[in-house]
């Protein structure tokens, strides 16, 4: 339970003001399908994160408990500083044209690789790494997306407009810091 709540936690705040969640909103403002952007978004997200999840499973295995814990603690404090980074979206990433593969397909295409080596994708990989269930880690972080990404649908810019990214972005950079920094001194095991 406890990695399905830190992967859930961790990704929802650190989805805010990331680069998909604004694609959440250019693509809501451009098609006003909602039904199928937030269909695309999970079927992207499982995809992108159950890929990145056996990853994590994979370094987890190769590295053995000792390498894995330095690995992940600085994974997070990485993350964390990270974090500190405003993301954009370009103009050129989104077409104006009539979606080639409906509406559905074209955000699972643009989210899936809006994800590759994006905050969310190498948090899960690290997460996936730290804790034995991957599938409670992949489960939550698609939940901490969708938390972040499905009111970005709906509301898009009134929520950008009153929640202050700066704020959200500080918060999920200090969790990720204390994620590295405790798993750095737990020499014994992982938190």
Known sequence: ME?????????????????????????????RKPVPIVLGILAATLLNHAAAGAAGGW??????????????????????????IPDKIDEDE??????????????????????MGDKTQIAT???????????????????????????AVFLGDRIAKKVSMRLVHAISAAIFGVLGVLTLLNAGKLF
């Open 125 to 151: 990989v690290a997460l996936a790494a730290r804790y034995t269930d991957i599938v409670q880690v992949v489960i939550g972080t698609t939940l901490g997306m969708m938390l972040a990404n499905v009111p």
């Open 94 to 115: 989104v077409t104006r044209e009539k979606p080639r593969f409906g509406v559905f397909g074209t955000t699972l295409v643009a989210f899936f690789l809006a994800e």
């Open 59 to 84: 370094v987890a295995a190769a590295l053995g408990p000792d390498v894995l814990r330095w690995v992940i603690g600085a994974s997070f404090l990485a993350m964390a500083a990270w974090m500190l």
């Open 3 to 31: 990695a399905f709540l830190v992967s859930t936690g961790v990704v929802a705040l650190g989805e805010m003001g990331d680069k998909t969640q604004l694609l959440a909103i250019v693509l809501a403002a451009m098609f």
